[in-house]
């Protein structure tokens, strides 16, 4: 009689919390796509396009597709912390390296790079 | 052609980066050679863009993008830059407090003569632009300097250019160690990562000149200062080379340094100078 309704309860508690992470992951997204517009931050417009965002610099490849082509989040958080590790001629600005971004505000850019 | 401009990129940037790696001692070692310098530089270009022709890359990001350049072309009829053009002109006649003129200061009376800047003073041991000349002159006749930034300084060399113009630009240097030393340290400047984004002068206008970078079109280092001094939209006025070293430094949150101070005036003779043979088309209009 009971058992019902506290598989219902851990159901709900369940849809709960993964809502609640759903919501954490997509303001996260959200964060990421600001840090990555935004001119005093990432400014990563400047030279590559990205959906949604406006007057994109032609100097990197388009930014899409990026799950496929870095299954592991590491793999970007790298690129952003560092290019020159993996092309020193790059002009990729060492974002990590030269704290033009914390590693808190490189991780909310991978979440959004993940979603292209 | 794509292998083949891409390879040469990549011999190009290796080049750098051996460059970059040497120490200062190793350098000095090593032979200077401008004018073997002066015509990998210019290769490079010519190659990596086979379709311009080469006295359009004095032309800036309009060499680059065949849309903008008409645009130019357009504008060149009522050209923003000409008003001065007619100050410069009127300055430059009209006699300092003692009577003389800037045509005392200059060879040829001052006209005709941009091409021929900077040059390597070896009274000075040093690098002299045309801004730093033209304030020299302004002293030496008992007048106070000019900001070397824009108006006054910036109509004046307008105007020194404009009778220049098509003249091939004809920077010598001498033969005598520091004029070496001067173009080899102008180089440096030019190819040295610095400030916060960690670009050089080269990342941006040997590495992607006809790139957007945001909205703007790369001009490429060859030529790229012929055309000075320019008028840009951005500025709503004239600004001289001065005015761009600093403006490109700051863009890229480097620290600027001061107008005419050595290492510019090193690295707008280096950039003169590998620039040999391609006209003078200042002043010029950008976006």
Redo the contacts between chains.
């Keep these: 009689m009971t058992a019902f309704p506290r598989k219902l309860a851990v159901l709900l508690a369940l849809a709960l919390s993964a809502g609640a992470a759903g919501a954490r992951a997509q303001s996260a997204v959200a964060d990421g796509q600001k840090l990555a517009f935004d001119r005093g931050k990432g400014n990563c417009?400047?030279?590559h396009a990205i959906k949604g965002g406006d007057?994109?610099?032609?100097?990197g490849p388009e930014l899409k597709d990026l799950k496929t082509k870095y299954p592991d989040r590491n793999e970007l958080t790298a690129i952003i912390y560092d290019e020159?590790k993996r092309n020193?001629?790059t002009?990729m600005?060492?974002f990590g390296r030269?704290?033009?971004l914390t590693e808190q505000e490189i991780s909310a850019i991978v979440d959004f790079l993940q979603t292209l | 052609m794509k292998t083949r401009t891409s390879l040469l990129l990549g011999s190009l940037s290796a080049a750098l980066v051996a460059f970059a790696l040497t120490s200062p001692r190793v350098v000095a070692a090593d032979k200077v050679d401008p004018v073997a310098d002066a015509k990998a530089f210019q290769n490079f270009f010519f190659q990596k863009f086979p379709d311009v022709k080469h006295e359009d890359f004095v032309n800036g990001p309009y060499s680059m993008n065949a849309d903008l350049k008409r645009q130019w072309q357009e504008k060149e009829e009522f050209p923003p830059y000409e008003f001065a053009l007619d100050a410069g002109k009127e300055m430059f006649s009209t006699p300092f407090k003692n009577g003389k003129t800037y045509a005392d200061c200059f060879p040829n009376g001052g006209i005709g003569i941009r091409q021929n800047y900077p040059y390597f003073d070896e009274k000075d041991g040093k690098v002299v632009t045309l801004e730093l000349a033209l304030n020299r002159c302004r002293e030496a006749n008992g007048e106070p300097p000019y900001s070397y930034v824009k108006d006054e300084m910036a109509s004046l060399t307008a105007y020194m250019a404009f009778t220049s113009r098509g003249k091939p630009m004809d920077i010598k240097i001498p033969d005598d160690p520091r004029a070496l030393e001067a173009f080899e340290n102008g180089k440096r400047y030019f190819y040295t990562r610095r400030g916060q984004l960690n670009f050089s002068c080269a990342s941006c206008h040997v590495q992607s000149p006809g790139e957007r970078i945001r909205a703007e079109i790369l001009a490429p280092a060859l030529g790229i200062l012929n055309a000075m001094p320019i008028y840009r939209s951005e500025w709503s006025g004239m600004g001289t080379t001065s005015r761009r070293f600093v403006t490109c430094n700051s863009q890229t949150r480097a620290v600027p340094l001061e107008p005419q101070s050595d290492e510019y005036r090193d690295v707008e003779y280096y950039l003169s100078y590998v620039a040999n043979g391609l006209p003078i088309s200042g002043p010029g209009a950008r976006p």
């Design positions: 417009l400047t030279c007057l994109p610099g032609t100097i020159t020193p001629q002009m600005p060492p030269n704290r033009i």
